[in-house]
């Protein structure tokens, strides 16, 4: 069975934490011996949903706002996606890159993005994604690709997502070196 990995910063208003999407969902070991108990893992439809007990009040993370290693695995599959790496060119050269990515670097993001179809075509050999187009953005440990996700869904794009495991997810999985 896979896991698929993620950080979660706890406040401590909280009292439930809902996990919603996947086959499994771990959580990394530092919330061991805080005030919390797993109430229940109920697996509906291949979308496992865990809660935790935490302070006093409730909230969920929208998971769809992650890409998984499977769904980038997947991408050559559907060309109408499109996955940015938000690294700079010269971390592109020591380690490598994800099939069908894109390099666009985080401080140039929104620029790329408002230029002309055309140039944007010339440049990346891709289409120009409008508003609806899947946008995956992803790193090297996730960090700068969300940052690049929340700035483009406040510019007003409406499907787009981090793969939070970036790059070091993908060289565990396939392989290479990190």
Same mark, same amino acid.
Request: with cysteine; charged share 35%; aromatic share 10%.
């Given at each position: 069975m896979q896991c698929t990995k993620l950080s979660i910063s706890v406040i401590r208003s909280f009292s439930r934490l809902s996990l919603i999407r996947g086959t499994s969902v771990a959580v990394s070991n530092r919330f061991s011996n805080k005030n919390y108990e797993m109430s229940y893992v109920n697996k509906i439809q291949n979308v496992t949903?865990?809660?935790?007990?935490?302070?006093?009040?409730?909230?969920?993370?929208?998971?769809?706002?992650?890409?998984?290693?499977?769904?980038?695995?997947?991408? /050559?599959?559907? /060309?109408?996606?499109?996955?940015?790496?938000?690294?700079? /060119?010269?971390?592109?050269?020591?380690?490598g890159v994800i099939p069908t990515s894109i390099n666009i670097p985080l401080n140039e993001v929104a620029d790329k993005l408002a230029?002309?179809? #055309?140039?944007?075509?010339?440049?990346?050999?891709?289409?120009? /994604?409008?508003?609806?187009? #899947?946008?995956?953005?992803?790193?090297?440990?996730?960090?700068?690709?969300?940052?690049?996700a929340e700035l483009l869904r406040q510019i007003g794009f409406k499907n787009v997502k981090n793969y939070k495991g970036s790059w070091l997810e993908w060289a565990e999985k396939e392989g290479l070196n990190k």
């Open positions: 949903a865990l809660k935790y007990r935490l302070f006093s009040s409730e909230a969920d993370i929208d998971l769809n706002k992650f890409a998984t290693y499977e769904q980038i695995k997947d991408l /050559p599959n559907h /060309p109408e996606k499109l996955l940015i790496d938000v690294r700079e /060119p010269n971390e592109l050269k020591e380690t230029i002309t179809n #055309e140039e944007f075509k010339k440049i990346y050999n891709r289409e120009k /994604p409008n508003f609806e187009t #899947e946008i995956i953005f992803h790193c090297k440990i996730g960090m700068r690709s969300q940052k690049a």
